[in-house]
């Protein structure tokens, strides 16, 4: 069921645009969330096994942690695999934020 390269998008949340890049595997996803230059962030792994998750942070983020942690999980339980996602953002995002570039990324993996 892998796919060959890779699904882009850009989302924009009032006047900030994040880059939401996710790479399909076989046994899971790589999701990249990035705003202004490309660059690895906080990271979250989680694996899906059943009806429960396990995430472990591999880099800690200052202040998206739980969004970073809920995204991989969610993403790992709905595809029963691996999920990892990395965050760099400029500055933290608020609520709303949050809730556009999680329905967007829920929206590409269920394509």
């Known amino acids: 069921m892998s796919q060959v390269g890779y699904k882009k998008k850009t989302v924009k949340v009032e006047n900030r645009e994040f880059l939401v890049q996710i790479v399909p595997f076989d046994n899971g996803n790589f999701i990249s969330?990035?705003?202004?230059?490309?660059?690895?962030?906080a990271m979250v792994v989680?694996?899906?096994s059943g009806p429960r998750t396990s995430a472990v942070t591999v880099i800690p983020s200052k202040s998206e942690s739980l969004f970073v942690k809920m995204i991989s999980e969610r993403i790992a339980l709905i595809i029963n695999g691996i999920c990892i996602v990395s965050i760099s953002t400029l500055k933290d995002l608020g609520l709303e934020d949050m809730k556009i570039i999680m329905n967007e990324i829920m929206e590409i993996v269920k394509q």
């Open 33 to 41: 969330i990035t705003e202004g230059r490309e660059k690895i962030g």
């Open 46 to 48: 989680s694996i899906g």
